[in-house]
């Protein structure tokens, strides 16, 4: 019995076995923040089983607390026990009227006694606020749907076709894309004072035909539905060709140009490219057309301008070079929408209720019977400050 006892404290009351749910987040934090794969954190999977398994644990405490707020005694004498304790020169009875007369509560042994304290109330609001937290969030996991796209000026692209998308990333049970509107981009802004980032002007027409123009911002997201539809950035794709002097093709394919976090002199877009005996790097001027090669191998570094559709081709060195193409793509996400009202409301709770707890705390006495008097253990000012005990 008293093993059942440790056990179901260790569950329901002492916050070291809560410790183990914080491994897995460790982990993905650590591995966000340097770079480097680490166990369990390949998918969402281990994550997801985690919060579900803390909010359960979480709801189990919370009901706990729940059900002890009507109690006169809440934490029980089993609990958090000192050690230390003082032996008083008085009966345990005098003691125990003593207290009483102060609003302390017994159990039936009268053994053990505590005052009501707003502190238990912040525990329980504590735990109100994360389980809030953790089931709202896991709910939004398995509703989860997030799709990116890249797309020019064009035709409309129907957002409620899974083939549309370049990559999608659904839950369980995730939000069906079917009452997504057709989109079509009628124009690119390139990053200047007004748009920083670039921006997009898009078009959303509805089933129903209904159409409404929208400039998409990064970082400002436009809602539809149940949905956010927003630009992450501007992507330039040139296909970079590279030839060598009597060897044929060393390289033929379409590089990723992304914005760079800074200006590297004039060009703001850069993108890295791999062939099989080469390697390099394009930097990119919009304004000008204007693109920077840089073409690596082995110890041999060669550096060339090219402008997109003046030069057909320019010869550096044993290098050929061209540029037969380019594209303009807008990379767009689209991500049902989560409950962040909820979820940051499930926070400050959680956080009102901690600082309750460590603020205010338990007021818990323990008396026992001895040849001198009254051997008393105490938790909290409270007592001390009634039986006068120099601590």
Same mark, same amino acid.
């Given at each position: 019995?008293?093993?059942?006892?440790?056990?179901?404290?260790?569950?329901?009351?002492?916050?070291?076995?809560? &410790?183990?749910?914080?491994?897995?987040?460790?982990? +993905?934090?650590?591995?966000?923040?340097?770079?480097?794969?680490?166990?369990?954190?390949?998918?969402?999977?281990?994550?997801?089983?985690?919060?579900?398994?803390?909010?359960?644990?979480?709801?189990? =405490?919370?009901?706990?607390?729940?059900?002890?707020?009507?109690?006169?005694? %809440?934490?029980?004498?089993?609990?958090?026990?000192?050690?230390?304790?003082?032996?008083?020169?008085? @009966?345990?009875?005098?003691?125990?009227?003593?207290?009483?007369?102060?609003?302390?509560?017994?159990?039936? /042994?009268?053994?053990?006694?505590? #005052?009501?304290?707003?502190?238990?109330?912040?525990?329980?609001?504590?735990?109100?606020?994360?389980?809030?937290?953790?089931? +709202?969030?896991?709910?939004?996991?398995? =509703?989860?749907?997030?799709? +990116?796209?890249?797309?020019?000026?064009?035709?409309?692209?129907?957002?409620?076709?899974?083939?549309?998308?370049?990559?999608?990333?659904?839950?369980?049970?995730?939000?069906? @894309?079917?009452?997504?509107? %057709?989109?079509?981009?009628?124009?690119?802004?390139?990053?200047?004072?007004?748009?920083?980032?670039?921006?997009?002007?898009?078009?959303?027409?509805?089933? /129903?035909?209904?159409?409404?123009?929208?400039?998409?911002?990064?970082?400002?997201?436009?809602?539809?539905?149940?949905?956010?539809?927003?630009?992450?950035?501007? +992507?330039? #794709?040139? #296909?970079?060709?590279?030839?060598?002097?009597?060897?044929?093709?060393?390289?033929?394919?379409?590089?990723?140009?992304? @914005?760079?976090?800074?200006?590297?002199?004039?060009?703001?877009?850069?993108?890295?490219?791999?062939?099989?005996?080469?390697? *390099?790097?394009?930097?990119?001027?919009?304004?000008?057309?204007? &693109?920077?090669?840089?073409?690596?191998?082995?110890?041999?570094?060669?550096?060339? /301008?090219?402008?997109?559709?003046?030069?057909?081709?320019?010869?550096?060195?044993?290098?050929?070079?061209?540029?037969?193409?380019?594209?303009?793509?807008?990379?767009?996400?689209?991500?049902?929408?989560?409950?962040?009202?909820?979820?940051?409301?499930? *926070?400050?709770?959680?956080?009102?209720?901690?600082?309750? %707890?460590?603020?205010?705390?338990? #007021?818990?006495?323990?008396?026992?019977?001895?040849?001198?008097?009254?051997?008393? =253990?105490?938790?909290?000012?409270?007592?001390?400050?009634?039986?006068?005990?120099?601590?």
């Amino acid at each position: 019995m008293k093993a059942e006892s440790k056990l179901s404290r260790l569950v329901l009351v002492s916050p070291w076995s809560l &410790l183990i749910f914080l491994v897995i987040p460790l982990l +993905v934090i650590l591995s966000i923040t340097l770079h480097f794969r680490l166990p369990l954190v390949g998918s969402t999977t281990p994550l997801f089983v985690n919060n579900v398994c803390f909010a359960f644990f979480v709801a189990c =405490r919370l009901l706990r607390y729940i059900a002890g707020m009507r109690k006169s005694v %809440r934490y029980g004498a089993a609990c958090c026990r000192p050690r230390q304790s003082v032996t008083l020169p008085s @009966p345990v009875a005098e003691v125990r009227a003593l207290l009483g007369k102060a609003g302390y509560s017994f159990d039936a /042994d009268g053994g053990y006694g505590e #005052q009501r304290d707003i502190g238990y109330l912040g525990t329980t609001v504590m735990y109100c606020g994360l389980f809030i937290l953790l089931s +709202v969030g896991s709910w939004d996991n398995l =509703r989860q749907f997030s799709g +990116v796209l890249r797309d020019g000026m064009g035709p409309a692209t129907s957002l409620n076709k899974i083939e549309s998308y370049l990559s999608i990333n659904k839950g369980l049970f995730a939000a069906s @894309p079917v009452s997504l509107p %057709r989109m079509q981009i009628i124009s690119q802004s390139l990053p200047d004072s007004t748009y920083p980032k670039g921006a997009t002007e898009v078009v959303l027409t509805s089933e /129903d035909g209904k159409a409404q123009k929208y400039t998409l911002i990064p970082g400002k997201p436009v809602s539809y539905g149940a949905f956010d539809i927003s630009m992450a950035k501007l +992507v330039f #794709q040139p #296909q970079i060709v590279i030839k060598y002097t009597g060897s044929g093709t060393l390289f033929d394919g379409l590089v990723t140009l992304d @914005p760079l976090v800074q200006k590297r002199g004039v060009y703001s877009f850069y993108g890295l490219f791999q062939g099989v005996i080469l390697g *390099g790097g394009v930097y990119y001027q919009p304004e000008k057309n204007m &693109l920077m090669v840089v073409i690596t191998r082995g110890n041999e570094k060669v550096v060339t /301008d090219l402008a997109f559709q003046v030069d057909q081709q320019v010869v550096k060195g044993d290098y050929i070079l061209s540029c037969a193409k380019m594209g303009q793509w807008s990379e767009i996400h689209v991500i049902h929408r989560r409950h962040k009202g909820l979820l940051v409301a499930g *926070g400050i709770i959680a956080i009102i209720g901690l600082l309750l %707890r460590v603020a205010i705390r338990p #007021q818990r006495v323990w008396l026992e019977e001895a040849p001198e008097g009254c051997v008393v =253990r105490v938790v909290g000012n409270e007592a001390i400050r009634l039986l006068k005990i120099t601590v």
